[in-house]
């Protein structure tokens, strides 16, 4: 089982993890626990305040270190009261590290994590430096809070339990999973609006299907996300099969002018 101990201000938030689809179904069968920690309670004063105006001025509010820390804190010594090995405390923010396939690959090592979602103008410096052991951004954008960032690692990190997706196939076969973009998916009928399905797919040729798969997620990740291939060590094959596409993509246009 894989633990989740989660510091917002809105934990009802997270119904939509455990509510619905793929998570809803691991949560229920006991694959993953989700405790929620609001740092209001444990506040030290009667207001149950968690933020205050930032030193030096500016706009916004800042979340307070004390009730944070505090909340943190109990959110690690559950995980160790249940005999959690290997814990990580992670802060969501645009200043952590991009998320990839192989970081959740690399955090799929660790059996609890302890996840803070900030909100307003940020946290107070002094709690990431004193409780935080990683950060952690989905993209380079400004959201309102750090609970979707959290759901969205969350997810990435259910699919990977054993027993999470009904075919053990499927998180193998995914997108980024070997770095490369997902190849075209199809199913009934075999002739939408005119638009067929390719005809390998219906050859029942599996080396056949399996090698036009191939060259589609390489040509899909060079016409879309070039960047992902200049960090992969491509085989003679995969070369090849990349060089096909472009060839058939260069015809294609040509036909088409």
């Known amino acids: 089982m894989m633990h989740f101990d989660v510091v917002t201000l809105f934990p009802e938030m997270f119904d939509a993890l455990t509510g619905s689809g793929i ?124 609970e979707l960032p959290a759901m969205v690692l969350m997810d990435a990190l259910i699919r990977r339990i054993p027993g999470t997706l009904n075919d053990a196939e499927s998180a193998q076969e995914e997108s980024f999973m070997h770095g490369l973009l997902d190849f075209p998916q199809y199913t009934r009928p075999e002739i939408y609006e005119s638009d067929a399905v390719p005809s390998v797919l219906l050859s029942g040729h599996h080396a056949q299907i399996t090698r036009w798969r191939m060259k589609q997620s390489l040509g899909r990740t060079w016409r879309k996300r070039p960047d992902l291939l200049a960090n992969l060590h491509l085989s003679a094959e995969q070369v090849a099969l990349l060089e096909e596409y472009k060839s058939e993509s260069m015809e294609a246009q040509e036909v088409i002018k």
């Not at 969501?92 to 955090?107: A, N």
């Not at 307003?120 to 959201?143: M, T």
């Open 23 to 146: 998570t809803q179904r691991a949560h229920a069968n006991g694959h993953y626990e989700l405790v929620l920690w609001n740092p209001r309670d444990f506040s030290s004063n009667s207001y149950r305040s968690v933020d205050d105006r930032p030193y030096g001025g500016g706009p916004g509010m800042v979340m307070m270190a004390e009730p944070l820390a505090k909340a943190l804190r109990a959110a690690r010594l559950r995980q160790m009261s249940c005999d959690v090995k290997r814990i990580l405390t992670v802060f969501l923010s645009p200043q952590g590290r991009p998320l990839t396939q192989s970081i959740v690959e690399e955090l799929g090592g660790y059996q609890g994590f302890v996840l803070l979602a900030g909100r307003y103008e940020g946290v107070d410096e002094r709690v990431l430096d004193a409780e935080i052991e990683d950060q952690i951004s989905i993209g380079d954008y400004v959201l309102s809070g750090g």
